[in-house]
């Protein structure tokens, strides 16, 4: 059965592993790098908000400045896509994305782990599996 938390935590470790690769990389691979980060980032931010950020009032909490985190991560990306060969566009947006996925997993991950059972977890998961799909 699947874990939504588990699932999101792979993506964002799957982000931060292609920043990685991004600073390390130099050409044209630099720029497919930015490209396929400015895709992941977007189909992620879309499935969060298409499946555990609808359940957030669940867990007591409000997933506005989440919401709010996305706009601003998805405004960045918009010019990282427009700018994919500006380094400092997309670095901004990855480490800004970067900053959001860890305050998430530290201070509203706990909240949602003490109040989510496995089945909507799972349901959760194949939500936010299948919304990343329709966005890519």
């Known amino acids: 059965m699947s874990d939504v938390l588990a699932t999101i935590k792979a993506d964002h470790d799957n982000v931060k592993s292609l920043f990685g690769k991004y600073k390390a990389a130099s050409g044209s691979e630099k720029t497919t790098l930015a490209m396929t980060l400015i895709t992941e980032m977007k189909a992620h931010s879309a499935a969060e908000d298409a499946s555990i950020y609808a359940d957030y009032s669940k867990f007591g909490l409000s997933a506005a400045s ?71």
């Open 66 to 136: 989440n919401k709010q985190d996305h706009a601003e991560i998805n405004k960045m990306i918009a010019d990282a896509s427009a700018a994919c060969s500006n380094e400092a566009v997309v670095t901004k947006a990855v480490t800004t994305f970067i900053a959001h996925s860890d305050e998430e997993e530290s201070q509203q991950w706990p909240a949602i782990k003490a109040k989510l059972s496995s089945s909507e977890s799972a349901s959760l998961a194949s939500q936010f599996v299948n919304a990343k799909k329709s966005v890519a």
